[in-house]
């Protein structure tokens, strides 16, 4: 990329502070930026550094106006704004298989859309079908009867079970595995007997699915996650949950199953939710937090057994006061 | 599936309520059943749907019996006798693939049972052994001198690495890796050494184990899983790590180096044991818990460091007063 | 391997007590130890064993010299003497793929070295760089335009995206993904807007990954992995995350996005880092640890959120304790 930051508001929106002409060809964050870069400032910790990044350019908020010596675009979202920059740069430098490889196994009976990709050592499987722009990395694997939508991208090493429905423009990570067997046994005298897990999966459009994740196959009826979804690697999602819209679920995070998370619900890093549970709207569940009943919508919950942040914070703090506390009451008795 | 009711308790036993002659098509939990679907009552928390429930018949306990109103099968375990209807549906519709790709590496010197599955880009190492029935999905890899022994089901993406030993009727999900290093070092100055884990790992018969699962080898000797224990997704088992029979471990839980876990144990989601640690018999370990010392059999433990079920309940009640506590101290000091 | 004491000391030094020509053929723990096995002490918690174990000769410290009724080798590291004799014997057993093989897909612009192995179903990608003596096992896929160094062991199922550089004498295990992209996303009203991860992971020399990790992608700029670190299984190391040299990451650790952690770093398992965090270099962080703010050089912190270890046990301690402290309020109020 090569452009002067009077192009760059073109993509970005937003004002110019200083020289329209200046020249911007990468990005970086603001400590690591050099001559050239644009950067930003969003995370208030990273303003100390507003004057001494070497960037050639930055993308502030109206209220950092006064502090900035460098030239810059003034935004309402700085964030957004630098986001748009990073995609145009995407966009020159990205580049995907295409093509049906000659070392793949595509079933006679699976139907491949229009401009699909089928890389070295795929296989597809019977009566499956690939929608049109769909790019599939090597070494996956596609069940017997599932259906993938239109431009999807499915990296390498995924694996995706029989029966399973994936929309539009959905991103699968490396080593995910969609469709396995939720965990279900029934006790029978001494062992556990197997209860087959006949269900689907069904991933709406413009659902994301990071690295190594789990999604379990419904024990009848479907795991669902809906529309916009987001989650990070080695989650794990268990049989029958329920994931609304535009939600995100962070690394490690882990849901039980026949769980229903709402749509705009924040689910941090290692968090973990017992089986059965509503987590309403908009609800965030802290890191680590270990959720054992419904979360109400808009609620943030943290610590286990998980309750409402502020008052977990509160319980915290007191915790650091104990040995103070275990004196007075020594003094007390006397 | 289109059985009668009269049919289905011939497979599930128990006794028939209403009409004997009810068609059944399929099965569906208990708010998703439509007609022609049988459910099953078993969770409290799914009583209220008992009258509710769309399904043409019910599952269900004996003391439930008055509340009922539609046709149901009066049962002394729901769940299993919902179980067997699921198994016989499953084996109607279940498809695996069948005989030796084309497309897959089998070395000269790996002996293959009978009627054994070997799919596309499987590789089978030198020396191993595939036993009678046994299917492998595609993108597997067997490693060299590992034994898989009859009717196993091993799903794509797994690896299995050399000298390893599996069971019958062994069931591995997506993505699972068996026999990877263990975490050795040893100090050397600034720098970690790596000790050679040159033991083996040894699962029994009738284990399943869960996607992206993670079975290390032991240094020396063998990390062992024994019969009938199922894995979840996600699960970490440390170098020489010793299971009994029967025993469950839930998505995301850990198990240090070691450490011996008796037999019909439960390990809740998350949960993480120390090494070195011995868990008896029947014990449970509840979701979250960090267990850094020995649990005795049958014990329930819970919380960090896991301390006994009810003590660990009792302190979290009281944990939520500390507000209190501190306001009362204070008017006492007054 | 068959060797006597005498042949042993000369590759583990120390001095031998009793029978320098004892045979020694194996190695084992203590309590599996068998007639022909040598062993070592030292974790304290199996000094018990120290006279019941049947190995045929035990590597102790000076201090058990007067214990100890069998052969055996003082040293001033028992574990690390240990270590050199199963280095010894891994090097008698250990065998690897070697060459090319016809079942693989070698991009032509793709630039491999000299004793490099490639086994089946491997995908080497445009532009890629592979440098003397890496053995690649089957079914990775090593992406556009990545360097893999010399003398580097990546074993099946491993997924390196593109622009990925890695040094010399790394150890990759199975199902393993660097490179997938980092979580990024951007609120654009109602939904997640992503935006894409241009950055690369660059691994210095000597690091070990274990299974089924996952190390995404920088935004912009890179991850960075120092020499000589060691990675546990199912770890999660998030985008722009920067490790020093020579630090233990242990199984299902999670670091997000940004985090820094010094050199000779040791984060236990299951243990959580924020993002834009530091730890300095010879901290630890305790097993299930939530580290929600920077951590000093050389201090050890545990808990959650996490707190100096010293003072968090104290707190543990006094929680026990609470049941009798509300009964003595109690009092106190009368």
Do not use: W
């Amino acid at each position: 990329m090569k452009k002067t930051l009077k192009e760059i508001i073109e993509i970005t929106g937003g004002e110019i502070l200083g020289d329209h002409n200046t020249i911007i060809t990468n990005v970086a964050g603001i400590t690591e930026a050099k001559k050239g870069d644009i950067t930003f400032i969003s995370n208030p910790k990273y303003e100390q550094y507003i004057n001494s990044t070497k960037a050639s350019a930055i993308i502030i908020k109206e209220s950092h106006k006064d502090k900035v010596k460098i030239p810059a675009i003034v935004s309402k979202n700085p964030y957004l704004s630098y986001a748009k920059i990073i995609m145009l740069i995407a966009k020159e430098t990205e580049k995907h298989p295409s093509g049906i490889s000659c070392n793949c196994s595509v079933s006679k009976s699976a139907k491949i859309g229009e401009k699909v990709a089928i890389s070295d050592f795929v296989v597809i499987d019977e009566s499956s079908k690939i929608g049109d722009g769909t790019i599939i990395y090597p070494n996956c694997y596609i069940g017997r009867n599932s259906k993938i939508g239109e431009n999807c991208l499915i990296y390498p090493n995924v694996t995706i079970r029989e029966n399973i429905i994936i929309g539009n423009n959905v991103i699968i990570h490396s080593g995910t595995v969609i469709g396995c067997d939720g965990f279900g046994y029934v006790q029978d005298n001494e062992t556990l007997k197997k209860i087959p897990q006949i269900g689907i999966v069904e991933i709406a459009d413009d659902v994301e699915i990071g690295a190594n994740v789990t999604i379990d196959r419904a024990a009848t009826g479907k795991t669902f996650i809906g529309r916009g979804t987001k989650i990070d690697n080695l989650v794990q999602i268990a049989h029958n949950v329920h994931i609304g819209e535009n939600s995100i679920i962070v690394s490690q995070a882990g849901i039980s199953g026949s769980t229903k998370i709402g749509n705009g619900v924040t689910i941090a890093g290692q968090a973990g939710l017992v089986g059965h549970i509503t987590v309403g709207n908009g609800a965030v569940i802290a890191a680590q937090a270990g959720v054992i009943g419904d979360v109400a919508p808009k609620e943030t919950v943290s610590g286990y057994p998980a309750r409402p942040h502020k008052h977990a914070m509160k319980i915290y703090a007191l915790l650091q006061k104990l040995p103070e506390l275990f004196e007075e009451i020594k003094k007390l008795k006397k």
